[in-house]
């Protein structure tokens, strides 16, 4: 069964999430990416498989709007995870737990209707790992 948490960037309470920079996106996860070279589609989707060097790893599919990440591993490829709630500011939404997990920063752009299940972390490796993987906790700042 796979496990597959969404990323995606919200500004100012909108209900709609704005495109991501896909040219940062590609930065961040190139040097990690173990796949076939050439990882766009015709439609313009990125797709990677990255490797941390723990060995752990996940399937990354990124549209205009989207990272979606495909069965994470436990381990360091969360670090990578991490890198990328951190640096582009994105909010993971887990469906199969409908969990929020985000930044300081990132949940004062959170439209209203998410605000009250977002568990608010300072993204590291164990700190996102634990948020998506552990028990839930209470919501909020």
Not at 7 to 15: C, D, H, N, P, Y
Not at 62 to 73: F, K, L, S, T, Y
Not at 92 to 114: K, Q
Request: aromatic fraction near 6%.
């Amino acid at each position: 069964m796979g496990w597959s948490p969404m990323m995606f960037t919200f500004v100012e309470g909108a209900e709609t999430p704005v495109p991501l920079d896909l040219a940062s996106v590609r930065a961040l996860l190139e040097p990690y990416d173990v796949g076939a070279p050439g990882g766009a589609a015709a439609d313009g989707t990125l797709a990677f498989l990255v490797r941390a060097s723990d060995g752990s790893e996940a399937e990354i599919f990124v549209d205009e709007r989207c990272i979606g990440v495909h069965r994470p591993q436990s381990g360091g490829v969360f670090a990578i995870l991490a890198e990328l709630v951190s640096r582009l500011g994105v909010t993971v939404i887990d469906p199969s737990r409908a969990g929020v997990v985000c930044s300081p920063e990132a949940y004062a752009h959170l439209p209203a209707g998410l605000r009250d299940d977002a568990l608010v972390i300072e993204p590291t490796r164990e700190t996102l790992e634990a948020a998506l993987t552990g028990p839930r906790r209470p919501a909020g700042p």
